[in-house]
């Protein structure tokens, strides 16, 4: 990746400085250690007793109590204000898989905002932990191991035709999108398989954060635990 400037051979937790719950950040370390925060996302993670190996944003939300704790040698400054401070970490960062927290909560347009992140960024391997659920952009070709009963929602990023198996209300060659047909709050009748055309997210309970890194290939051998 050439504009990388932070590596990891372990996934990265990515912190924001939106709603977060320490658990949720907790339960992302014992899989992805390696902890990253975006921008004021530094503040959060002292508050939590931790200190991130790098901080990447524009700079404008983090305190100066911040930067003299954390140090300037783990913190790079990306002036542009084109994007969100997510999205210029997935750019900057080179990991084998992301998982994101303190991204949404509160301002909805901080949520849409990450929502559109992680459509912008295919093949990145990348999931964002809320409150209840995780959401992450489907590959063309996805299985999850999920239980009968477990909620499932598909939201289209952009137009987007599917087809399924496993599911209560299947797909069989529908379109998707935005302002017109979606697939929210849809139920898995055991294992399910997506084939896809285009951008979707899905949003499954996070007890199938797990699941959803094996969906999207994540090997077990690079889980922190």
Same mark, same amino acid.
């Given at each position: 990746?050439?504009?990388?400037? +932070?590596?990891?051979?372990? *996934?990265?937790?990515?912190? #924001?400085?939106? @709603?977060?719950?320490?658990?949720?950040?907790?339960?992302?370390?014992?899989?992805? &250690?390696?902890?990253?925060?975006?921008?004021?996302?530094?503040?959060?993670?002292?508050?939590?007793?931790?200190?991130?190996?790098?901080?990447?944003?524009?700079?404008?939300?983090?305190?100066?109590?911040?930067?003299?704790?954390?140090?300037?040698?783990?913190?790079?400054?990306?002036?542009?204000?084109?994007?969100?401070?997510?999205?210029?970490?997935?750019?900057?960062?080179?990991? &084998? +898989?992301?998982?994101?927290?303190?991204?949404?909560? *509160?301002?909805?347009?901080?949520?849409?905002?990450?929502?559109?992140?992680?459509?912008?960024?295919?093949?990145?391997?990348?999931?964002?932990?809320?409150?209840?659920?995780?959401? +992450?952009?489907?590959?063309?070709?996805?299985?999850?191991?999920?239980?009968?009963?477990?909620?499932?929602?598909?939201?289209?990023?952009?137009?987007?035709?599917?087809?399924?198996?496993?599911?209560?209300? *299947?797909? @069989?060659? @529908?379109? +998707?999108?935005?302002? #017109?047909?979606?697939?929210?709050?849809?139920?898995?009748?055991?294992?399910?398989?997506?084939?896809?055309? #285009?951008?979707?997210?899905?949003?499954?309970?996070?007890?199938?954060?797990?699941?959803?890194?094996?969906?999207? #290939?994540?090997?077990?051998?690079?889980? *922190?635990?």
């Amino acid at each position: 990746m050439k504009d990388s400037i +932070f590596h990891s051979r372990q *996934g990265v937790t990515l912190l #924001g400085a939106g @709603d977060l719950h320490a658990a949720s950040v907790a339960e992302a370390l014992t899989l992805a &250690p390696c902890l990253v925060a975006a921008d004021g996302g530094a503040d959060r993670a002292l508050a939590l007793g931790l200190s991130p190996e790098a901080v990447i944003g524009d700079l404008d939300s983090i305190s100066a109590a911040a930067r003299e704790a954390i140090g300037a040698e783990r913190i790079w400054q990306i002036e542009e204000q084109e994007t969100t401070d997510f999205d210029k970490c997935l750019r900057h960062i080179e990991a &084998p +898989f992301f998982l994101a927290v303190g991204f949404g909560g *509160g301002r909805l347009d901080h949520t849409l905002a990450a929502m559109t992140v992680l459509a912008r960024h295919p093949g990145r391997h990348l999931i964002w932990l809320g409150a209840e659920d995780v959401a +992450f952009l489907a590959p063309r070709e996805l299985v999850l191991d999920l239980a009968a009963g477990t909620r499932v929602s598909l939201f289209p990023m952009g137009q987007v035709r599917g087809h399924a198996t496993g599911l209560r209300w *299947g797909l @069989d060659g @529908d379109d +998707f999108a935005p302002a #017109g047909r979606i697939g929210t709050s849809n139920e898995a009748l055991g294992p399910v398989r997506l084939s896809l055309d #285009g951008p979707m997210l899905v949003l499954l309970p996070q007890e199938y954060l797990r699941a959803a890194l094996a969906g999207l #290939g994540v090997p077990p051998t690079v889980l *922190g635990g």
